[in-house]
């Protein structure tokens, strides 16, 4: 069974930076698409980035797309989400996700979740 923990969650001003984190433990992952979801109050919960088996492909939403960048770390088993330019509307529990295909951007094609991270942006 593979588990996953986010970490690097916090309380940013608006234009600030975060770095989030996901580790992997189980199985190797390296063969496993990784995604980031996230979920504000009241809102369905939203694709923000995804990355092939390989790290060769990245995908993202258009809201995040230049100011966000996922990266992962095969010999680590860890994903990585680094936010830049935070904006107030970025804030949201943010999910780390494992998906068994190779590439994967809709949230049923991911297999684990993580609790998720809260991520809180001030303006």
């Known amino acids: 069974q593979v588990q996953l923990v986010e970490s690097g969650g916090g309380l940013v001003q608006a234009g600030g930076s975060l770095r989030l984190s996901c580790a992997a433990s189980?199985?190797?992952?390296?063969?496993?698409?990784m995604g980031w979801f996230r979920q504000a109050p009241g809102k369905e919960r939203e694709f923000v980035a995804a990355?092939?088996?390989?790290?060769?492909?990245?995908y993202y939403a258009d809201s995040v797309k230049g100011r966000f960048t996922i990266s992962r770390d095969n010999a680590k088993s860890t994903a990585y989400l680094q936010m830049n330019s935070l904006k107030p509307e970025d804030t949201a529990v943010y999910y780390c996700?494992?998906?068994?295909?190779?590439?994967?951007?809709?949230?049923?094609?991911?297999?684990?979740w993580g609790q998720g991270t809260q991520v809180t942006v001030s303006s």
């Open positions: 189980g199985r190797t992952i390296s063969t496993y698409a």
């Open positions: 996700a494992l998906s068994k295909l190779r590439v994967a951007v809709k949230d049923y094609e991911y297999d684990y």
């Open positions: 990355i092939s088996w390989n790290g060769y492909g990245t």
